[in-house]
C-alpha cells in the first residue's frame, strides 16, 4: 500500500478526503478535475492535475486513485467514475479516517471511504466505491451494496440491507431487518421502518415512497 494517490475530484469531498489523506501520511500526487478554471492552480496544498488524459500519463502500476466525487441524490457520477478508470487498469485505495470506529470484523472492499466520526460495527459488509461520510452510524451484519452514499448522520440499525447505487440522505433512520432496493432514495431525516423496493424515492417520518 506504499503507493502514492491521484484524487479525482475537487469539489468539497475531494478535499476532506486531502485531509484524511494527509493524516493518514499518504503522499499525494495531485487532484484531478476537469474544469478549466482549476488548471496549474492548487487546492489545500495539492496540485491541480487538469484532465483525465493527463491523469492517464501515471502507470496503473505506479499510483492508486481515490474517489473524491460526493453526490447528493444521485450516485451514478461517482459509479461511473469508478468504472471509467477500473477499466484502465487503476486501482481505487479503501480510505479510513483514524477518527472513525472501526470494527476488526468486518469487510470493506476495494475504493470504501470511512469518514470522521463514523462507527462500522461488527459483521457489516461493505462493497466496492461505497462511501460512509461524516459521523454515519453502521450497525452490526449489515449488508451495504456496490457504489451507495451514506451520507453524514445517517444511522443504519443492525441487519440491515442497502443495494447497489442507493443515496442515504443526511440524518435518515433505517431500523433494523429491513431492505433498501437498489438505486433508491432515502430523503434527508426519512425514517424507514418497511422493505424499500427498488428505484423508490422515500421521503419523511415514518418514511413514504413518493413519485416525483
Known amino acids: 500500500m506504499g503507493r502514492p494517490v491521484i484524487v479525482i ?14 493524516l493518514l501520511n499518504i503522499e499525494i500526487l495531485g487532484i484531478s478535475d476537469n474544469d478549466p478554471t482549476l488548471e496549474k ?8 492535475i487538469f484532465g483525465d488524459q493527463e491523469l492517464q500519463r501515471h502507470s496503473p502500476k505506479d499510483v492508486y486513485l481515490v474517489n473524491g466525487l460526493g453526490g447528493v441524490k444521485d450516485t451514478s457520477l461517482r459509479r461511473n467514475i469508478y468504472g471509467k478508470f477500473k477499466g484502465l487498469g487503476f486501482t481505487f485505495r479503501q480510505v479510513i479516517h483514524p477518527a472513525a470506529i472501526i470494527s476488526p470484523d468486518l469487510f470493506l472492499a476495494e475504493g470504501v471511504q470511512v469518514m470522521a466520526g463514523a462507527v462500522l460495527q461488527a459483521g457489516t459488509h461493505i462493497n466496492e466505491n461505497s462511501l460512509i461520510n461524516t459521523k454515519a452510524s453502521v450497525d452490526h451484519d449489515c449488508l451495504i451494496g456496490s457504489h451507495v452514499h451514506i451520507a453524514p448522520g445517517v444511522t443504519v440499525c443492525g441487519n440491515v440491507t442497502i443495494e447497489e447505487g442507493v443515496h442515504v440522505g443526511s440524518g435518515a433512520t433505517i431500523i433494523q431487518g429491513v431492505t433498501i432496493g437498489a438505486h433508491s432514495l432515502i430523503g434527508a431525516a426519512a ?21 416525483l
Open 9 to 22: 475530484g475537487a469539489g468539497g469531498h475531494g478535499r476532506v478526503l486531502i485531509d484524511a489523506l494527509k
Open 41 to 48: 492552480k492548487t487546492i489545500a496544498g495539492v496540485p491541480v
Open 191 to 211: 425514517l424507514v421502518r418497511k422493505n424499500i423496493p427498488p428505484g423508490s424515492k422515500v421521503f419523511g417520518v415514518p418514511g413514504r415512497i413518493r413519485r
